[in-house]
């Protein structure tokens, strides 16, 4: 039987373990290709997700059921990414300032090596910079839908409308895509 996530945090602030790990182990995966998306980096994207699902548990007393749990959590989740990024832009201005040398990419030159020449890390950095200039809505849209792999419907109700504009975000984002996919090499 499956028990919809916001009855389960009722029972989890209540102090039900079970229905805690319960929470835990569904969103679990998701939580974690969402977080993986965003950083790119296997390591990275395991210690953001442990960093988040703790996180969860111990503002889950605090969550006051104005929004679902879900979009709750990846709020949570979303908040980690930003701090990784500001952190990780902060590391590399150091970086920079220390030994001056910055190639085309803006990246220290002695410091960053070059990225392997594998066709699908090729393939997964040019899909990653599609994603990139997408617009906001496009990139949440096809992260529900591919990413979280999530129904039409779940997608609808994580961004609060409706099935018919779920659908026709999706073949919007798609065609965009595949537009802005033409012009990368």
Same mark, same amino acid.
């Given at each position: 039987?499956?028990?919809?996530?916001?009855?389960?945090?009722?029972?989890?602030?209540?102090?039900?373990?079970?229905?805690?790990?319960?929470?835990?182990?569904?969103?679990?995966?998701?939580?974690?290709?969402?977080?993986?998306?965003?950083?790119?980096?296997?390591?990275?994207?395991?210690?953001?997700?442990?960093?988040?699902?703790? /996180?969860? +548990?111990? *503002?889950?007393?605090?969550?006051?059921? %104005? @929004? #679902?749990?879900? =979009?709750?959590?990846?709020?949570?989740?979303?908040?980690?990414?930003?701090?990784?990024?500001?952190?990780?832009?902060?590391?590399?201005?150091?970086?920079?300032?220390?030994?001056?040398?910055?190639?085309?990419?803006?990246?220290?030159?002695?410091?960053?090596?070059?990225?392997?020449?594998?066709?699908?890390?090729?393939?997964?950095?040019?899909?990653?910079?599609?994603?990139?200039?997408?617009?906001?809505?496009? /990139?949440? +849209?096809? *992260?529900?839908?591919?990413?979280?792999? %999530? @129904? #039409?419907?779940? =997608?609808?109700?994580?961004?609060?409308?409706?099935?018919?504009?779920?659908?026709?975000?999706?073949?919007?984002?798609?065609?965009?895509?595949?537009?802005?996919?033409?012009?990368?090499?």
């Amino acid at each position: 039987m499956h028990i919809p996530d916001e009855e389960l945090v009722v029972e989890a602030q209540a102090g039900d373990h079970t229905a805690l790990s319960t929470l835990y182990d569904r969103h679990f995966t998701k939580l974690y290709r969402f977080i993986y998306r965003h950083v790119n980096h296997i390591h990275d994207a395991e210690d953001l997700t442990s960093e988040v699902m703790l /996180r969860m +548990v111990t *503002q889950l007393p605090t969550y006051r059921r %104005q @929004s #679902l749990y879900s =979009t709750w959590l990846y709020g949570i989740a979303r908040h980690a990414i930003a701090d990784f990024w500001r952190k990780h832009y902060r590391v590399r201005e150091q970086l920079v300032a220390e030994y001056g040398a910055i190639g085309a990419d803006g990246a220290p030159v002695d410091i960053i090596p070059e990225t392997e020449h594998d066709p699908a890390e090729q393939l997964r950095h040019k899909a990653a910079q599609v994603f990139d200039q997408l617009p906001a809505n496009y /990139r949440l +849209v096809l *992260q529900h839908r591919f990413f979280d792999q %999530q @129904s #039409l419907a779940e =997608t609808a109700t994580a961004m609060q409308t409706t099935v018919s504009n779920i659908k026709v975000l999706q073949h919007r984002a798609l065609k965009k895509a595949a537009e802005l996919a033409k012009h990368i090499v």
